[in-house]
């Protein structure tokens, strides 16, 4: 069972709290692998997609503004996870160490666990949409 808000529900229910801040982002070997891997661009390995920027800046930038107006699922093991459909391209994929298309999302997941919060570019064509529970509202996800 998947439960999706829409994210003035989000806030108003009071599911979206500040993410962790600068260190708090990789201050895990968990948190700070994922952040390598969505942050450094590879010559060679499977597909991946990593956020286009200063890494430092634009990974943590990119995390507070899903957090700031993304919407919201709950997923059948209570946690929560978000969606921020950008304005531009929010990262690159790779594969075998080539580009292989833009992202335009971003996905945050484990939001509500400070020991595994971590978010990474997807595709818009990757996503689907669901209806608010709450007011009905479709959002993309
Ligand atoms: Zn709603």
């Not at 060679?44 to 503004?65: H, L, M, P, R, W």
């Amino acid at each position: 069972m998947r439960t999706y808000f829409c994210h003035g529900c989000a806030v108003i229910n009071g599911t979206l709290l500040p993410p962790p801040k600068g260190d708090g982002l990789t201050d895990n070997s968990y948190k700070l692998d994922k952040y390598i891997k969505h942050t450094l661009p590879s010559s060679c390995g499977d597909y991946k997609t990593v956020f286009t920027g200063v890494a430092s800046e634009s990974y943590q930038n990119y995390i507070v503004t899903a957090v700031a107006s993304g919407h919201v699922q709950i997923d059948s093991k209570n946690r929560i996870n978000i969606v921020y459909v950008g304005s531009g391209t929010t990262g690159i994929a790779l594969k075998g160490g080539k580009w292989v298309g833009d992202m335009g999302a971003v996905k945050v997941v484990c939001h509500s666990d400070t020991n595994r919060i971590h978010g990474f570019p997807i595709a818009i064509t990757e996503l689907s949409s669901a209806s608010c529970i709450q007011c009905g509202k479709i959002i993309p996800y």
